[in-house]
């Protein structure tokens, strides 16, 4: 049997198969806490302390303090969705080793934090805002606070400054999902149930005065370049910028890009942290 009619045949048999998957059990797989990602991967090689807060949903949000930069100012770090604070180490020391403060926490059924779900849905900026809250209520003299977000971590902290804005100086984006069923259309090649993904457009509107730096690959499923001009309209200061990186897929910081991820991260932190 020729090959192409074999594919074809083959191709029949798994349509159907995949149109039958269980979404429902598919997504509680997907939020529910998961050893794995319980696991701290790494502790920083720096001085640094282990917090707790307490979010508006009673569940306490682990989060590292590791201060350096004085009152220069203090980046807060979200990490992606299946991973914790200890996989946003490497990032960590970007901001660390330009001079800033750093914190790095875990979102809700990650990491040291409490909770048995996760979301991807507007309500995990409670877990940012826990941990922005304190900052503003205990550390505030170490200068402005910038939010960076890395994937779904992303989200979580441009949810956040729509709610409080008033506490964020800058937000730093690395590879965003915009449209979480666009980008599942992208990379599964079927269309989902609905998603509670909130509207992230409206989100990026209500903060664009705030100088936002968007980091995106050209070769990224989740957030495509046609997505972040989309978002890039939303700009309303001059210091925002968007920055694609060409072959790049979902993981800016590797070694081949890592000249422009810093170069671009420090240049927006100067004019942006003044």
Not at 65 to 72: H, Q, V
Not at 91 to 104: P, Q, T
Request: glycine fraction near 10%; include cysteine.
């Amino acid at each position: 049997m020729k090959k192409g009619k074999l594919l074809a045949i083959s191709l029949l048999y798994l349509i159907p198969a995949f149109a039958q998957v269980d979404f429902g059990r598919m997504q509680q797989e997907y939020i529910s806490r998961k050893p794995a990602l319980d696991k701290m991967y790494a502790y920083p090689a720096i001085p640094f302390d282990s917090l707790f807060v307490t979010n508006k949903d009673g569940i306490n949000i682990s989060f590292w303090w590791m201060p350096g930069g004085g009152n220069k100012g203090t980046t807060l770090l979200v990490h992606g969705f299946m991973m914790n604070k200890s996989q946003m180490l490497s990032r960590a020391m970007v901001y660390y080793d330009l001079g800033y403060n750093v914190l790095a926490m875990d979102l809700r059924a990650r990491g040291q934090s409490g909770g048995n779900a996760a979301t991807s849905g507007p309500e995990i900026r409670s877990d940012v805002i826990a941990v922005m809250d304190y900052y503003a209520n205990n550390l505030k003299g170490y200068g402005p606070l910038a939010l960076v977000g890395y994937s779904h971590g992303g989200r979580a902290i441009v949810f956040a400054a729509e709610e409080k804005p008033d506490l964020v100086k800058t937000i730093i984006l690395e590879c965003i999902p915009f449209s979480l069923t666009e980008s599942f259309k992208r990379i599964y090649k079927v269309d989902p149930p609905p998603i509670p993904e909130g509207d992230i457009e409206k989100a990026f509107q209500s903060i664009s005065k705030i100088p936002v730096l968007l980091m995106i690959g050209d070769k990224d499923s989740a957030i495509i370049p046609e997505e972040g001009l989309k978002i890039k309209k939303t700009f309303g200061n001059t210091t925002s910028q968007l920055i694609v990186f060409e072959g790049a897929v979902h993981d800016l910081s590797l070694e081949k890009y890592r000249p422009l991820y810093i170069g671009s991260i420090e240049s927006f932190l100067l004019a942006g942290m003044k």
